[in-house]
């Protein structure tokens, strides 16, 4: 009987590991199966979309300010855009006064549209990413033809943590520099001066050698006005806005306070005890300071080569017809550098809310308008004959004529909608750096196209110094920073008119470290290492 019982025992024993050996091997066969629809599953999600596919309509939202009355809500422009890129697109184009406050409440609300967009100087932009408001692009930016080419300089400003969240509103690269009245150095046999030495003796000279030729004491070297502006910085060692020079610590500092501007005030305070630039500097606003220069009193101011105004330059050439106007090449610098600062390459900012992350489609769709909304036409491509930028202007005959073969766009072409390019939030073009622009064509008076060229040609033959504090958020400087700004330039002023000796330097910038300056050097230098700027960088 026990004999028995152990033959069943054994038996039930291997009967049940063979039950066991079954069960592992279909577990294994399941587990693989799971692994490989799991495989599938990601290989069916690598699968790339395709950037320009339009085969799925999308709703896209927007918003942005803008100078002057918005554009309606239906017109045939937005119309044109729905259909070209398969959209239900709904911009919402705020004035510029009220931008601000309505877009914060909007935000504030929840109801962050898919593209969003700030002025330059808008510091929530960088708040707003810190907080993880934006989607980063860097994974996106190089399927478009604009969007990738826009230099990296430009956006190291709107990286966060490494990653780049904004697209920036162009701006072009050269700075408003000093320029000077030629026909004056002709007249008393001077050339253009090299160095702030030589500035000066100039400008003494426009001052008392009677260099309009008229018998009267009427002229003088520098037009200047309140804050010290323009600041006449014959280069980036004496910027006052610039992050150039470095203390003891290797830690980049405000050009405000630097020794190239303790020189420069020293220049100021020299001329003004000279008579040689304006007298009532300290309470002339901007507009007063350009007629002080162009009825032809100073012979040193500033240009640049847009957005010039004929119509000045018209004014001069009435009082004085042989005026004529060249650049002020940069002076050569204590530590032998040489050129201005760039701009930073933008004047705006457009960013996408987080939230698109979860739809790729969507994301490429939106990206997509955006690189054609920046799209740069060479001038002898903005005609009818290229198709994309009759599509952009509302097609000519509607939104535009061509006039002297150059497009016109109509008197309504924003109030009634005419045109698609009034509803893309950034509608400025991305100058590629290969544009090879002639920016004297801007202009029909032949001295002021002298003029710019002069300039243009002065930028070119010259390096830029990129300033590495573009894009980098303080917070000292957001609540402080305007203040003690102000401070510096109001103490500065009074140095410059003897009111204050400039010996006192070192004890104004301890002045400004102490009243939130040492901290605003502190978190810029953290901001400046978080970018990855370790040397000076020059374009």
């Given at each position: 009987m026990k004999k028995r019982y152990f033959i069943i025992s054994f038996l039930l024993l291997v009967l049940s590991f063979m039950l066991i050996a079954c069960t592992s091997d279909e577990t294994t066969s399941v587990k693989e199966t799971d692994k490989e629809k799991d495989t599938?599953?990601?290989?069916?999600?690598?699968?790339?979309?395709?950037?320009?596919?339009?085969?799925?309509?999308?709703?896209?939202?927007?918003?942005?300010?803008?100078?002057?009355?918005?554009?309606p809500l239906s017109s045939p422009g937005l119309?044109?855009?729905?259909?070209?890129?398969?959209?239900?697109?709904?911009?919402?184009?705020?004035?510029?006064g009220d931008y601000i406050e309505k877009s914060s409440a909007i935000v504030a609300s929840g109801s962050m549209p898919d593209l969003i967009g700030f002025p330059g100087t808008d510091t929530r932009f960088y708040q707003w990413a810190e907080d993880g408001a934006f989607l980063p692009l860097d994974d996106y930016l190089s399927n478009y033809e604009t969007l990738g080419n826009i230099p990296d300089y430009v956006y190291n400003s709107f990286k966060v943590n490494g990653k780049i969240y904004g697209i920036p509103r162009y701006s072009q690269p050269y700075p408003v520099t000093p320029i000077i009245r030629k026909d004056w150095l002709d007249k008393l046999g001077l050339e253009i001066p090299t160095n702030y030495e030589e500035l000066e003796k100039v400008a003494i000279a426009f001052t008392k050698d009677d260099p309009d030729g008229n018998g009267k004491a009427d002229t003088y070297g520098v037009a200047i006005g309140e804050n010290i502006n323009p600041n006449f910085n014959m280069g980036t060692y004496w910027d006052f806005n610039a992050w150039y020079h470095q203390n003891d610590d290797g830690d980049?500092?405000?050009?405000?306070?630097?020794?190239?501007?303790?020189?420069?005030?020293?220049?100021?305070?020299?001329?003004y005890k000279e008579g040689a630039m304006t007298k009532d500097f300290a309470v002339l606003d901007w507009a007063s300071t350009n007629t002080e220069f162009y009825s032809g009193k100073?012979?040193?101011?500033?240009?640049?080569?847009?957005?010039?105004?004929?119509?000045?330059?018209?004014?001069?050439?009435?009082?004085?017809?042989?005026?004529?106007?060249v650049a002020i090449p940069p002076f050569e610098t204590p530590d032998k550098s040489k050129g201005f600062t760039i701009g930073s390459g933008y004047s705006g900012i457009l960013a996408l809310n987080a939230k698109?992350?979860?739809?790729?489609?969507?994301?490429?769709?939106?990206?997509?308008?955006?690189?054609?909304?920046?799209?740069?036409?060479?001038?002898d491509e903005k005609n009818p004959q290229n198709a994309d930028f009759d599509f952009y202007l509302g097609k000519e005959g509607i939104g535009y004529n061509m006039e002297n073969g150059a497009p016109v766009q109509v008197p309504t072409f924003s109030s009634e909608g005419l045109a698609p390019s009034t509803y893309f939030l950034d509608n400025r073009e991305q100058v590629p750096?290969?544009?090879?622009?002639?920016?004297?064509d801007d202009y029909k008076l032949p001295e002021l196209k002298e003029m710019t060229t002069s300039l243009q040609e002065m930028f070119e033959s010259n390096k830029l110094y990129v300033d590495p504090s573009y894009g980098v958020l303080s917070p000292t400087n957001q609540e402080k920073g305007t203040e003690l700004m102000q401070f510096l330039i109001n103490e500065q002023s009074k140095m410059i008119a003897g009111q204050r000796p400039i010996s006192d330097w070192d004890k104004l910038v301890d002045e400004y470290l102490k009243k939130g300056g040492e901290a605003i050097i502190k978190?810029?230098?953290?901001?400046?290492?978080?970018?990855g700027y370790t040397e000076r960088e020059w374009k």
């Open positions: 599938k599953v990601e290989t069916e999600e690598q699968v790339e979309i395709d950037p320009f596919d339009h085969s799925e309509k999308y709703t896209i939202t927007g918003m942005t300010f803008r100078f002057g009355d918005p554009p119309d044109a855009i729905n259909e070209r890129f398969n959209v239900d697109y709904k911009p919402e184009i705020i004035p510029q980049y500092i405000p050009g405000v306070i630097s020794d190239g501007r303790k020189d420069l005030v020293q220049f100021f305070a020299n001329l100073a012979g040193i101011f500033v240009g640049g080569v847009s957005g010039m105004s004929e119509a000045y330059f018209e004014g001069l050439l009435a009082i004085n017809p042989e005026a004529q106007l698109l992350a979860d739809d790729e489609g969507k994301i490429y769709r939106a990206l997509e308008m955006v690189d054609f909304g920046k799209k740069y036409y060479p001038r750096a290969d544009a090879n622009i002639n920016y004297a978190e810029t230098n953290e901001g400046i290492k978080e970018k």
